[in-house]
């Protein structure tokens, strides 16, 4: 499913005295079975973008298409089931929805929402909890016996249960060891591989360079950028503003083209990284 | 959530937000008592025409208070339309099996709409000019002379601020809950009573465990700095008591004293 959105502007609590924008005429392409990631500074806009794509947030003006559903201000608010159950989101600590007594019963509750059997939600939710990297029998325990981490990963596994064609994770790995951080992005990009459409918001500009094929750039409730990673990290205009920072690998690229490398286009990942220092080396 | 007006604060500057809260605090609850005072056309008039410049000096939009009286609509109307029809009289405008219309009843009704509106006014204005953490310390001040029954003040006081303080955020968290179990599939508000009550439990049972665990967190936090039983601390935020209170403590009086008036002339 495609997503664009058409001149979106939305504002808080409108016609009151603490309105406040939070978008801000946003037109942009979110393309079908990419890997999209959002980066912006704190408050920029990011997770009200996201939260148009499933209709919890209602465009003030202009129109959003998600496949060939249409979201603008007047979108009744029935019948957004089956567009709920497309776009799954992984919100910000997803932890925090928990509330079954078991594991077992909450990675079911989204399917069971969407219609689908019991058995089949059991069955779903059992290949789920291996896919998020857990064991089986973390089934029959209650979610709040496990860790932070452990819950994390439940609650992953509940919104990817439903099968949803399009995943919105909003800063899934915030306040993960490096370990965790690692298998779950991989888990993301695994899924993306197999034909689904991943969203990501992000501070990490390493995970951008390391898992997105495309990136968005927000900045003051406004699109300024979209486009592939490696052409924005190399983007001066943009560093210069402050609006964006760049993965590691490109700052140490910087430093070495202080002495005597040089860099036509500045390597994202460490991988380009390697390569490109060791053909300057060897001069091959 | 959003159209909840009483209750909330709108940062602003103006001289009511510059009177001190302890005094502002008890001229509301005062205001909301000599309102019983008032009995005649021209008190209800003199005191609708005090709020109406009370809420003019404080520089906020009227608008903004008359949206505010929507979420009490229901109460008003349903007491104004009791009054309006159940006012006994001997000489009836109209009758009608047990409803009775009458001018005295037109009247009642008249002053009951104008009471529920001063009142709301009134206490709109304490809530929008005067930041909840204001409205905890003034109440700390005025329970003080509890103390002398053994009534924890300090701790209630602290209670309260830490509620105030948590009120935001568990909106917030809230808003968050519902959004991610509306993402799963969860419709707020549609299908029968029960399966109504039965759609907050997800809401419900997560924001219990998340108060919980911020309750743990934070009480972790006080100790590690120093906090101990309430006892013996200083106070870092004074609130300072100036001329304007006294003139605003005045012309409250001054108030009462034109209504006593008013009213048996």
Redesign the interface.
């Known amino acids: 499913m495609e997503i664009i959105f058409k001149n979106v502007t939305h504002s808080y609590e409108a016609n009151s005295p603490l309105e406040g924008l939070g978008l801000d005429d946003v037109s942009l392409t979110i393309h079908d079975k990419k890997f999209t990631a959002i980066v912006g500074k704190t408050g920029s806009g990011k997770s009200t973008l996201v939260r148009h794509i499933n209709a919890l947030l209602k465009p003030t003006s202009g129109s959003i298409m998600v496949g060939d559903r249409e979201i603008t201000s007047e979108t009744n608010n029935k019948n957004l089931k089956p567009l709920r159950k497309n776009v799954g989101m992984v919100f910000q600590f997803p932890e925090s929805q928990l509330f079954e007594d078991t594991v077992e019963k909450d990675i079911m509750f989204g399917p069971m929402n969407f219609g689908m059997s019991e058995s089949d939600a059991k069955e779903s939710a059992r290949k789920m909890i291996k896919l998020v990297g857990l064991e089986e029998d973390y089934l029959d325990k209650s979610p709040f016996d496990l860790s932070g981490g452990q819950m994390r990963r439940v609650a992953i596994a509940g919104v990817l249960a439903s099968n949803p064609e399009t995943i919105i994770l909003d800063e899934p790995t915030a306040g993960l060891d490096p370990v965790g951080r690692k298998e779950i992005m991989d888990l993301f990009k695994n899924l993306q591989e197999q034909g689904r459409t991943v969203i990501l918001i992000t501070h990490n500009m390493d995970d951008v360079a390391n898992y997105a094929e495309e990136m968005v750039v927000i900045h003051d409730a406004k699109v300024v950028a979209s486009g592939k990673p490696k052409d924005i990290f190399n983007d001066n205009k943009l560093l210069k503003n402050d609006i964006l920072t760049l993965p590691r690998s490109a700052v140490f690229a910087q430093k070495l083209a202080q002495r005597e490398f040089s860099f036509p286009q500045l390597p994202i990942t460490i991988s380009e990284l390697t390569t490109e220092i060791k053909r300057q080396v060897h001069g091959d | 959530m ?1 159209k909840l007006i009483l209750g909330r604060y ?1 940062p602003g500057d103006s001289i009511i937000y510059r009177l001190d809260p302890r005094g502002k605090f008890l001229i509301t609850f005062y205001f909301i008592g000599i309102v019983f005072l008032a009995n005649n056309v021209v008190s209800y008039g003199f005191l609708l025409l005090f709020v109406l410049f009370s809420v003019y000096i404080s520089k ?2 009227l608008g ?1 208070f008359i ?1 505010g009286l929507r979420p009490m609509l229901w109460l008003i109307l349903f007491t104004v339309l009791l009054q309006l029809f159940f006012t006994p009289s001997n000489d009836p405008i109209w009758h009608w099996g047990i409803f009775t219309l009458s001018t005295d009843g037109m009247r009642i009704a008249s002053y009951i709409f104008i009471r529920f509106v001063l009142i709301i006014f009134i206490s709109t204005l304490l809530t929008l000019t005067t930041t909840p953490i204001e409205i905890s310390d003034s109440i700390e001040s005025i329970l003080k002379p509890l103390k002398v029954i053994k009534f924890p003040v300090t701790q209630v006081a602290l209670m309260l601020s830490i509620a105030l303080r948590f009120v935001p955020l568990l909106i917030d ?1 809230t808003t ?2 519902m ?9 707020f508000g ?1 299908g029968g009573l029960m399966h109504r009550i039965k759609s907050f ?2 809401i419900l ?2 924001l219990f ?2 108060s919980f665990s911020i309750a743990y967190d934070l009480a972790i936090a006080m100790e590690s700095r120093g906090y101990k039983d309430g006892e013996g601390r200083s106070k870092y935020r004074v609130l300072s008591w100036s001329r304007r209170d006294n003139i605003a403590l005045a012309v409250m009086i001054l108030i009462t004293i034109i209504l006593l008036f008013i009213r048996s002339y």
């Open positions: 959003n709108l906020i939009n903004f949206k968290e968050k809950i959004d991610a179990q509306r993402a799963r599939g969860v419709d549609e439990v997800p049972i997560p465990v998340s």
